[in-house]
């Protein structure tokens, strides 16, 4: 894959700020990933795929039913080189398929352990979303050359385990940063949005409606498509002020405080991806045509 750089620019709606102080501007900081050539014999890159499935007893029914063709028919999708593990959860969790090469060998065996899955119990959804990410941190540590993802498929209705879901998102962006990224598929008529969106948001993936098992497994097809085409991991943005500047983030991605700043972990970014950041700069006093620096740098590593 031909090496390329990350673009970005960044813009102040004004220039000027009244002397004594409090003056509120916006940076619009934009970024867009290089595009991906590889070489004439390269290989696509492989999947190290964690399908972490509700098995509780509100997913009993139709919607356990959809979970498991969805979860059948991924697998049937994915090629021989990728890999797939799949974990259940309700009170405890469940490991059932383990680093498994989705080979026509590996298939079958897919599709005889999912065909057997039963609901069961309360719903852990954070020990399933900790365990599937243990599993793929196996093959990150190994140092062996896959993207990472994760899909959990869930009614969202956590009552078991790490129940505030902010602080769960807090480990699903961290893993994140690290390169796995984690997206969710809703099964039955009400889930529980708000749990599955922000896990989707913080892992840098998406929500999916689940309606007919066979259409879902080719959109998430095709999210793992774009998946192999992570070329830029781990990309953080950083702004930085004078003493005395305040500067906040208008979208949602996680941020580290720094002294008169602000760093923003905006995780992977696949080909020619794009990204906006809309920062809110307070000013502070100062003397009349002087001038307050601002600061922008951006640092990430080559998928």
Not at 39 to 61: P, Y
Not at 127 to 156: N, P, Q, R, T
Not at 211 to 236: H, K, M, S, Y
Request: aromatic share 4%.
């Amino acid at each position: 894959m031909t090496e390329k750089t990350l673009k970005i620019s960044a813009q102040l709606e004004r220039k000027l700020a009244w002397h004594k102080g409090q003056s509120v501007r916006h940076v619009v900081c934009e970024l867009e990933a290089p595009g991906m050539e590889r070489e004439e014999n390269e290989q696509e890159a492989r999947i190290n795929l964690a399908l972490v499935l509700d098995n509780s007893g509100s997913m009993s029914g139709q919607p356990l039913q959809a979970a498991k063709d969805t979860a059948m028919a991924v697998a049937e999708l994915l090629g021989p080189e990728d890999m797939l593990s799949l974990v259940t959860f309700a009170t405890e969790t469940e490991v059932i398929l383990h680093h498994e090469q989705m080979d026509s060998a590996g298939k079958d065996r897919a599709r005889q352990l999912i065909s057997r899955i039963q609901t069961r119990g309360s719903t852990n959804l954070s020990g399933g979303w900790f365990e599937g990410a243990k599993i793929l941190s196996e093959v990150m540590e190994s140092g062996e050359e896959y993207v990472h993802h994760l899909i959990l498929l869930s009614d969202g209705r956590a009552n078991e385990g790490l129940l505030d879901v902010d602080k769960l998102c807090e480990h699903v962006s961290e893993m994140r940063e690290l390169g796995m990224s984690t997206s969710c598929v809703g099964f039955s008529d009400n889930y529980e949005m708000k749990w599955l969106e922000k896990m989707a948001e913080a892992g840098g993936g998406r929500l999916h409606d689940a309606e007919q098992p066979e259409e879902i497994a080719e959109v998430l097809l095709g999210e793992l498509g774009e998946v192999r085409q992570t070329v830029l991991e781990d990309v953080r943005v950083a702004i930085q002020g004078a003493e005395g500047v305040s500067i906040e983030l208008l979208e949602r991605y996680g941020t580290m405080s720094k002294p008169n700043g602000l760093e923003v972990i905006l995780g992977s970014l696949i080909s020619e991806a794009k990204r906006k950041l809309v920062f809110v700069v307070t000013l502070p006093s100062g003397e009349v045509g002087s001038e307050i620096p601002l600061v922008i740098q951006a640092q990430y590593k080559a998928a």
